[in-house]
């Protein structure tokens, strides 16, 4: 993924060049982790330019802010906008939207609160996370040595920095191992998400996920899933998953901003079902693009369109 630096970025309430977008060398954030963020997508659809839940992913943005009691000096509906104007500005019809608030310049010390909050909003074209062919071929992955952290350890529900740490520690061994990526386990062993995913498992016609409960962030595009399968009269269950169940599903497929709705095609290099995707998975990957291309009503009223 190459950047075209010749676009702008929102910075502090202000557009500033892309190479301009600078943060002091002793910047809380850069000695402590103090940030939050979200990944968004914008997708061009057949009725013009949509952003996908943004106000969803604006409200978890402000909620992992608030639990690391960080003050962003916008109201909501003000980033929202600003997210708007910053795809409008780089005159982009399709792309990836990174906000992020963060700990700044002040003092050193691992005690955060006299430091400013600062944010930014960049944006930049992006094709498939996982590859093009990931979509229809599927992914290989390996369930990783590094478990997600166990609670009231860190936060799983907040969307911060410092977590991924963590979630790089498994995407490096997946890599290193000749996986695409990982599925990492909870406090207990029990199946919690990817690297940078949601994950569902298909058995018997019955959909599964792990429960908030499994140290796992909750997506927004998993409850976009949940609430898509549900339309279609398919069974979800949100509960626990022993690894084990991985090996003999029918169908396992990833969810997230970046990996949309991705086939898992086996797991440490054990088959799942008949190793290509399942019926289950592209028919809810069929109603998800539909809705993002605009070839189908948005009933749920997810797309907000730049005007």
């Known amino acids: 993924m190459a950047f075209d630096e010749s676009g702008k970025i929102w910075f502090n309430g202000e557009f500033v060049d892309w190479k301009e977008a600078n943060v002091h060398a002793l910047s809380h954030v850069i000695h402590y982790g103090s940030s939050v963020f979200e990944g968004i997508r914008c997708y061009n659809t057949k009725k013009g330019p949509a952003v996908f839940r943004l106000k969803e992913h604006v409200e978890r943005l402000y909620n992992s802010a608030k639990i690391y009691r960080m003050e962003i000096p916008y109201t909501q509906e003000e980033f929202s906008q600003a997210i708007l104007e910053t795809i409008k500005i780089n005159e982009l019809t ?39 062919e990931a979509l229809e071929q599927g992914v290989d992955v390996g369930v990783s040595t590094w478990r997600r952290m166990a609670p009231n350890t860190m936060p799983n529900m907040a969307k911060a920095g410092s977590n991924y740490m963590n979630s790089q520690l498994a995407k490096m061994e997946a890599v290193t191992n000749d996986y695409d990526e990982a599925i990492m386990l909870d406090y207990h062993g029990m199946v919690s998400e990817g690297s940078g995913e949601n994950i569902f498992l298909v058995k018997d016609n019955v959909i599964f996920t792990p429960p908030r409960a499994s140290s796992l962030l909750a997506g927004i ?30 169908e396992l497929f990833f969810t997230g901003t970046a990996a949309e709705v991705t086939p898992i095609r086996s797991v440490d290099r054990i088959t799942v079902g008949s190793g290509s995707r399942g019926e289950i998975t592209k028919k809810l990957q069929d109603r998800f693009f539909a809705i993002l291309n605009g070839e189908s009503d948005d009933a749920n009223g997810w797309l907000t369109f730049l005007k």
């Open 94 to 132: 399709a792309c990836y939207i990174r906000p992020a608030a963060f700990r700044g310049y002040a003092e050193l010390g691992v005690y955060p609160l006299n430091c400013p909050v600062e944010s930014l909003i960049a944006v930049w074209a992006w094709g498939k996370y996982l590859g093009e």
């Open 221 to 250: 595009t998993r409850d976009s899933i949940i609430t898509l399968a549900e339309g279609l009269d398919l069974e979800v269950r949100e509960e626990e998953i022993p690894r084990e169940m991985l090996y003999i599903a029918d």
